[in-house]
């Protein structure tokens, strides 16, 4: 059990948040569960290479101080999603 949630997840984010050396900043350390991620790529009928790309950009917007809590937040995060995964010439990563 993790973050209250009893249930398997596609990523996990652990944020660090502090200064070493050179002040190079270490936002943290992402967990990938590969089943889940292949599992959902054909599911969501999305290419492997794309889905890994969102789930990692998620991920890391999550290390970045993102969160999708609320129905704003889902809005901000999802909006940025999809501008990074059309900046890195992959399909929008949502389907409304």
């Known amino acids: 059990m993790y973050r209250g949630q009893n249930k398997p997840t ?5 944020p660090f948040n502090k200064f070493i050396k050179f002040n190079y ?3 943290g350390d992402l967990v990938l569960c590969k089943k889940i991620i292949e599992r959902e790529s054909l599911t969501y009928k999305k290419t492997l290479e794309s889905h890994w790309a969102h789930i990692t950009i998620h991920g890391t917007l999550h290390l970045l101080g993102y969160d999708h809590k609320t129905k704003k937040e889902a809005y901000i ?3 940025l999603e999809k501008q990074i ?3 890195l ?3 929008e990563p949502y389907f409304f």
């Open 77 to 79: 995060m999802e909006k």
């Open 25 to 27: 900043k270490l936002l």
């Open 10 to 14: 596609n990523i996990l984010s652990f």
């Open 85 to 87: 995964m059309l900046s």
């Open 89 to 91: 010439k992959y399909k």
